[in-house]
């Protein structure tokens, strides 16, 4: 019986999306589309290198509490995905069917997602967490209507496919890179991906080390002032960098802690490691 007051947690993956997206990553912008256009079998063994480990997206899910239900979306009559049933049933995924896709129904998985996550949330009171697993922006509102309802929002994506303004709904946002046991990815030697019309890819960003370097400098200054105090705890610090950016994630900067992350900007913060409870200021220039 699960203790009363735990986390429950409902897990949602776009896996049309994460699926393409991710073979895009691997193979370069467009890949999936001209590939699946020309037979993959003219191509063997780009799909094994791009597959997805669901059970690393299922696991880091857990880790916000007990996983009440998680479910699938996607044309499951399509081989590229069939392959996979086997791995999702074995996590007890639940495999929801959408039609083939066509030009009137662009945004199926979007739309049955979306109303079946706003229908548990009312169904399942109790549940605390919503973790969607897809990247594009049509998943703003419904992670909006999750926060507005009470619920801790975590998105999942795929580097190269993720909204900027997805990734600021959410309470917390992850790339599937940065998931543990997920190799480390090489980045793909096309173009930087530029933006589409509808908004739902975008740019490449400015380098992810100077803005994580801004960002932490902005939360020390936040911190300093809104506390009035020499020192701030760390872990207060980097809940702050999170409010700010949901997508900060020092392990996907190359740090194995949040301690790491601040000896290496010196030039920005002072840590003082003299006890247990590490504490850190914004350096003051000389």
């Known amino acids: 019986m699960t203790e009363s007051g735990a986390p429950r947690v409902a897990v949602y993956l776009d896996f049309d999306n994460i699926v393409i997206s991710r073979y895009d990553q691997i193979h370069g912008r467009s890949s999936f589309q001209r590939d699946r256009t020309a037979g993959f079998h003219t191509k063997p063994g780009r799909l094994t290198e791009a597959t997805v480990d669901v059970s690393a997206i299922i696991d880091f899910a857990s880790s916000f509490g007990t996983l009440v239900l998680t479910r699938a979306y996607a044309d499951w009559s399509a081989d590229v995905n069939a392959e996979y049933q086997g791995q999702l049933v074995g ?23 979306a109303v079946d996550a706003v229908e548990d ?26 926060k507005r309802l009470g619920r801790y929002v975590v998105g999942i994506g795929i580097t190269g496919s993720i909204s900027k303004s997805l990734t600021a709904a959410c309470d917390e946002f992850v790339t599937y890179d940065a998931l543990p046991g997920v190799p480390v990815t090489e980045p793909s030697k096309k173009k930087p991906r530029k933006k589409a019309a509808d908004g739902d890819s ?18 020390l200054r936040i911190g300093h002032e809104k506390d009035d105090a020499d020192w701030l705890h760390n872990s207060a610090v980097k809940a702050q960098m999170k409010r700010m950016d949901p997508s900060f994630s020092e392990k996907s900067l190359g740090f194995r802690s949040f301690s790491d992350f601040l000896r290496s900007h010196a030039e920005v913060a002072e840590l003082d490691e003299s006890s247990t409870t590490r504490m850190v200021r914004l350096k003051v220039a000389e």
């Open 202 to 219: 975008e740019p490449d960003g400015p380098d992810p080390q100077a803005a994580a370097t801004a960002l932490l400098e902005r939360a």
């Open 91 to 113: 996590r007890a995924v639940d495999l929801v069917q959408l039609f083939p896709a066509a030009a009137y129904a662009k945004n199926g998985a979007d739309i049955r997602l």
């Open 121 to 146: 949330m009312f169904r399942l009171p109790d549940l605390t967490h919503v973790v969607i697993v897809a990247g594009d922006s049509d998943y703003i509102p419904l992670a909006q209507r999750c």
